[in-house]
């Protein structure tokens, strides 16, 4: 069984920043590609970012390339998402997932309960 916990999440200001983490344990936490994905209230899981097993490769939705940034410390079995120059718009309920290899939600197995991210204007 692998069980993933966020914390980081919270309430922020337009242009400010926040660093979401994700702790997995359970399994080999290297083996596992990781993404974060964020859930709007009344809207679908929508991807936010894509990181293989060693970190070597990352891929960003349209919307967080150049703000957002994701990575792994597999030492600590622990994922991480900095997101900066927060937007209203990223308000949601952010979710970190395991055992998928795409962009599409339904690939990944394993979830976290996920964090809060509130940015006001």
């Known amino acids: 069984q692998v069980q993933l916990v966020e914390s980081g999440g919270g309430l922020v200001q337009a242009g400010g920043s926040l660093r979401l983490s994700c702790v997995v344990s359970?399994?080999?936490?290297?083996?596992?590609?990781m993404g974060w994905f964020r859930q709007a209230p009344g809207e679908g899981r929508e991807f936010v970012a894509y990181?293989?097993?060693?970190?070597?490769?990352?891929y960003y939705a349209e919307a967080m390339k150049g703000r957002f940034t994701i990575s792994r410390d597999n030492t600590k079995t622990t994922l991480y998402l900095q997101m900066n120059s927060l937007k209203p718009e990223d308000t949601a309920v952010y979710y970190c997932?395991?055992?998928?290899?795409?962009?599409?939600?339904?690939?990944?197995?394993?979830w976290g309960q996920g964090t809060q991210v509130t940015v006001s204007s």
């Open positions: 990181i293989n097993w060693s970190g070597g490769i990352t």
């Open positions: 997932a395991a055992g998928g290899r795409t962009t599409s939600a339904s690939a990944y197995r394993y």
């Open positions: 359970g399994r080999t936490f290297s083996g596992y590609d």
